[in-house]
T-cell receptor
């Protein structure tokens, strides 16, 4: 149980194009999903919190117009990197928190990650 | 001061030994603590969660939490080469629902 699927696993795109990444919870409902970014040799940095049916909450320094997040259902959140540039190249990872758990039991399950390379 | 601190390592132990990984955190209101394992090029995998002071054991893994001293540790008994990875400590500060990650400790288990 607790499987989170993330696609694509690897994407290469040209500078200026947009890339969409999908995150799905396969065997549980996730009212909240999270998007992280990880640069080489560094830890995970939270970009935004995605809540089903409402606007995402972005961390300080993360451009909401560049990183569009949509959480259309209890099992799907998408991250769109708009007008991608080489500095956006990174490892993007989503996580999902099962619904029904108290906030104090903040277990998150991670997708496999998406490696984005912008040429 | 970083919110969650770990020694980046690498921590090198021989196969069969006990590996001890430590983590300190700054927010006294934190209630949820997690250890994740991350292999190179892969996403984090949840190993342990702990919410109360004391020890929690799961197989070869034991998580220890001391809220008064604001540290959480992970012990890996009978370390195997397959345990070689980066271990991330994660804390939910102030019961916000978000996780703050430490920089991770790289563990090397040598055959």
């Amino acid at each position: 149980g607790a499987v989170v699927s993330q696609h694509p696993s690897w994407v290469i795109c040209k500078s200026g194009t947009s890339v969409k990444i999908e995150c799905r919870s396969l065997d549980f409902q996730a009212t909240t999903m999270f998007w992280y970014r990880q640069f080489p040799k560094q830890s995970l940095m939270l970009m935004a919190t995605s809540n089903e049916g409402s606007k995402a909450t972005y961390e300080q320094g993360v451009e909401k117009d560049k990183f569009l997040i949509n959480h259309a259902s209890l099992t799907l959140s998408t991250l769109t990197v708009t007008s991608a540039h080489p500095e956006d190249s990174s490892f993007y990872i989503c996580s999902a928190r099962p619904g029904g758990l108290p906030l104090a039991k903040n277990i998150q399950y991670f997708g496999a990650g998406t490696r984005l390379s912008v040429l | 001061q970083k919110e969650v601190e770990q020694n980046s390592g690498p921590l090198s132990v021989p196969e069969g030994a006990i590996a001890s990984l430590n983590c300190t955190y700054s927010d006294r209101g934190s209630q949820s603590f997690f250890w994740y394992r991350q292999y190179s090029g892969k996403s984090p995998e949840l190993i342990m969660s702990i919410y109360s002071n004391g020890d929690k054991e799961d197989g070869r893994f034991t998580a220890q939490l001391n809220k008064a001293s604001q540290y959480v540790s992970l012990l890996i008994r009978d370390s195997q080469p397959s345990d070689s990875a980066t271990y991330l400590c994660a804390v939910d500060p102030g019961n916000t629902g978000k996780l703050i990650f430490g920089q991770g400790t790289t563990l090397q288990v040598k055959p």
